[in-house]
């Protein structure tokens, strides 16, 4: 099984990041500026003395600093987000939230969507749309659609991006004033969203289309995204000659159009193309070439990872391991400075393991293929939504959180059904009610267990292609099965041999009034059971009165038992977070105290909840035994993976401070929330 989901990756996941990565890269060499040589002051500099001259009108202005916004979006996103947000603040303050206020809205949504904050993008882009309907804002309702599409895009929502791309195109069409180069960059969207689905043929049908139009219009820097995105789609139906030949005139068009950055990012794609051909050594001359800053181009950091990547397994193809050895080095280095793009590091660490294994390091070399194993099940991971597309299962992580919710309601009835049945017997106390209540009793849970059987087939079948990040939440499931069964087989037990008692014509009136008495225990204990069951599925008060609240349960719920002290302290939160983070802090919370009060032999456990301007952190401190925290990275319980797991859905970097030997550890979560944000720019 593990062989074919390694092979499942290289044939599948690896070749779609090598897609996204070339498509959002030359999307953004698109979008961005050239660079030019000489004296003269940059586009920034030029557009930055025309928004601070005020004695120019304010749609000059205020659409030079759009445009400037939008420049430095793709050189210095800080400085952007800074200019933004003073500009959104001056343009109400003194026209309200007018078009100029929309259109440069704009950019705060596409400074999130190139930071990968795609929630927030998507909510800054909907409010756009929405506004634009309202007031008829024809060309601002387009570009909304388009953003729309491109955050979806991103997101890996392919088939939501072409119905907005799609619905863009329309109202350009529509529009009897709109040319073709309005929205020849609709066409070309839908292109590589149809590309991003494997729908090659559809996919180069709209990049033809759209390089039509920029022939016509002399869009040279068009031409050459489109020819190179028609070299993407031959490389992944098995095209070469076909690939090889657009990838020649895209880097002839590229260098014809002065995008520099462009005509390096192309010749890496052709060498990797003619590496996976098996022409090595050709290969290496495209990435000499790609690498070649001599005519005063920028290699950007993800550039530099794939040519040395591709680099060290040409070598390794050409049994020269110590060129091989060398480009490697120089990847793990842009790797370890830039740790964000692990996900672009399989080429270099199966190229890592390969070179150790020739060798004869074997110990170095499984290192190296362990590691390329656990980053391929990262990108598995976070890959879920295209891989069931690929094995045809609708089955993700959102019906997953409805199919618990839909547990926990039944959970939630079915305590309320014995509750009602409780105090039904002990107000009439008859012995007619107490057997109508056992019948419904049974009748009902009769029910629910053919219920439940059924989901639980259904949901086997689909959990077996989300194996990697679901197993923790499978292994809890059993878990709580277990604790219904052995929980309540007990009380079923004695309700039965109770019920058969009573049954007894020949017992006097005092047994069977003892037996009443009995029967009204177990159904008390039965309901402080599901009680539990119910708060460690979810609690109540999460849902209602958020993530404090339900701390401050948990803390009393520990404190009661006496044993050791949780204290809770928070600062600087101002509302409730959404329900998917204050769910996962939860748990993570949850998981990382129950660990403390297994192995730590703790007597204090505080719990910190802040938040700091766009940074939100929790840290869980306690006094007990402290430990390596290497040994984390190495255990195989469920516990850490869980907590990663759920970090992992928030952004959130984890922290853990221990020493063996010494009292005291902390954990430390740390993540950007951004609900502020979007709160002050909400219509």
């Known amino acids: 099984m593990k062989l074919s989901v390694l092979t499942y990756i290289h044939r599948h996941i690896i070749p779609r990041l090598i897609r996204t990565f070339f498509s959002l890269c030359f999307l953004i060499a698109l979008l961005s500026p050239s660079h030019s040589a000489g004296t003269e002051p940059s586009p920034a500099d030029s557009l930055k003395m025309v928004y601070e001259d005020t004695s120019l009108p304010d749609s000059t202005r205020y659409a030079a600093l759009q445009r400037l916004t939008f420049i430095l979006i793709f050189s210095d996103g800080s400085l952007a987000k800074k200019k933004i947000d003073a500009g959104l603040k001056?343009?109400?303050?003194?026209?309200?939230?007018?078009?100029?206020?929309?259109?440069?809205?704009?950019?705060?949504?596409?400074?999130?969507?190139?930071?990968?904050?795609?929630?927030?993008?998507?909510?800054?882009?909907?409010?756009?749309?929405?506004?634009?309907?309202?007031?008829?804002?024809?060309?601002?309702?387009?570009?909304?659609?388009?953003?729309?599409?491109?955050?979806?895009?991103?997101?890996?929502?392919?088939?939501?991006?072409?119905?907005?791309?799609?619905?863009?195109?329309?109202?350009?069409?529509?529009?009897?004033?709109?040319?073709?180069?309005?929205?020849?960059?609709?066409?070309?969207?839908?292109?590589?969203?149809?590309?991003?689905?494997?729908?090659?043929?559809?996919?180069?049908?709209?990049?033809?289309?759209?390089?039509?139009?920029?022939?016509?219009?002399?869009?040279?820097?068009?031409?050459?995204?489109?020819?190179?995105?028609?070299?993407?789609?031959?490389?992944?139906?098995?095209?070469?000659?076909?690939?090889?030949?657009?990838?020649?005139?895209?880097?002839?068009?590229?260098?014809?159009?002065?995008?520099?950055?462009?005509?390096?990012?192309?010749?890496?794609?052709?060498?990797?193309?003619?590496?996976?051909?098996?022409?090595?050594?050709?290969?290496?001359?495209?990435?000499?070439?790609?690498?070649?800053?001599?005519?005063?181009?920028?290699?950007?950091?993800?550039?530099k990872l794939s040519i040395y990547s591709n680099a060290a397994a040409a070598y390794v193809d050409l049994e020269q391991l110590g060129d091989a050895e060398t480009y490697a080095l120089l990847g793990l280095a842009e790797l370890e400075e830039h740790p964000d793009m692990i996900n672009y590091s399989l080429t270099l660490y199966d190229a890592l393991a390969a070179i150790h294994f020739k060798k004869g390091d074997v110990d170095k070399g499984s290192q190296y293929l362990e590691k390329y194993r656990t980053v391929s099940k990262e990108v598995y991971n976070a890959e879920n939504a295209e891989l069931l597309t690929d094995l045809q299962v609708q089955y993700d992580l959102e019906k997953k959180e409805n199919q618990i919710a839909l547990q926990k309601a039944e959970l939630q009835e079915a305590n309320a059904i014995l509750q009602r049945n409780y105090f039904a017997f002990s107000a009439l106390g008859l012995l007619v009610m107490l057997l109508i209540a056992t019948f419904i009793y049974y009748r009902s849970r009769s029910r629910r267990e053919q219920q439940l059987l059924v989901k639980d087939r259904e949901i086997k079948v689909k959990e077996t292609h989300l194996r990697a990040s679901l197993e923790s939440q499978e292994i809890e499931r059993r878990r709580m099965a277990q604790d219904l069964h052995d929980g309540f087989g007990q009380y079923l037990s004695a309700l039965r041999i109770y019920v058969s008692q009573l049954k007894n014509e020949k017992a006097d009136a005092a047994v069977k009034l003892e037996l009443v008495d009995r029967t009204d225990l177990v159904l008390d204990e039965m309901s402080k059971e599901i009680g539990n069951v119910v708060y460690d599925l979810m609690p109540a008060t999460l849902t209602r009165n958020g993530l404090i609240s339900a701390l401050e349960e948990l803390a009393t719920r520990i404190n009661a038992g006496q044993q050791i002290q949780v204290r809770l302290h928070t600062e600087g939160i101002q509302s409730r977070y959404s329900e998917a983070v204050e769910i996962n802090l939860f748990r993570i919370c949850q998981e990382w105290i129950n660990n403390v009060i297994k192995y730590a032999e703790a007597q204090l456990i505080i719990i910190d909840l802040s938040e700091h301007g766009e940074l939100t952190k929790l840290s869980v401190r306690d006094d007990g035994h402290g430990f390596d925290p290497e040994i984390l990275t190495q255990t195989n319980g469920n516990g850490w993976k869980n907590i990663r797991t759920r970090a992992g859905l928030l952004k959130a970097r984890i922290d853990v401070s221990s020493r063996p030997h010494e009292k005291g550890t902390e954990l430390l979560v740390k993540f950007p929330h951004l609900a502020g944000i979007i709160q002050n720019h909400r219509v």
């Open 90 to 303: 001056s343009i109400e303050g003194s026209h309200g939230k007018s078009r100029f206020y929309y259109n440069l809205c704009q950019n705060l949504g596409i400074y999130y969507d190139v930071n990968q904050e795609i929630d927030s993008a998507r909510i800054v882009f909907t409010r756009i749309l929405n506004e634009s309907k309202k007031r008829d804002w024809s060309d601002l309702e387009q570009r909304a659609y388009n953003n729309l599409g491109m955050n979806s895009l991103n997101s890996s929502q392919y088939r939501k991006a072409i119905g907005y791309f799609s619905e863009a195109l329309k109202l350009s069409r529509e529009n009897p004033d709109s040319k073709k180069s309005d929205y020849v960059n609709y066409i070309s969207n839908l292109g590589l969203a149809n590309q991003e689905l494997e729908l090659y043929d559809q996919a180069i049908k709209y990049h033809l289309e759209a390089l039509d139009i920029r022939q016509n219009i002399g869009d040279e820097n068009g031409m050459a995204i489109s020819l190179a995105n028609l070299g993407i789609c031959h490389r992944q139906t098995g095209k070469y000659d076909q690939a090889i030949h657009y990838y020649e005139k895209a880097i002839a068009q590229a260098k014809a159009a002065g995008n520099l950055s462009q005509y390096h990012r192309i010749h890496d794609n052709l060498g990797s193309l003619y590496i996976g051909m098996g022409n090595s050594t050709k290969g290496l001359d495209m990435l000499e070439i790609a690498l070649d800053s001599s005519d005063g181009a920028s290699i950007d950091p993800k550039m």
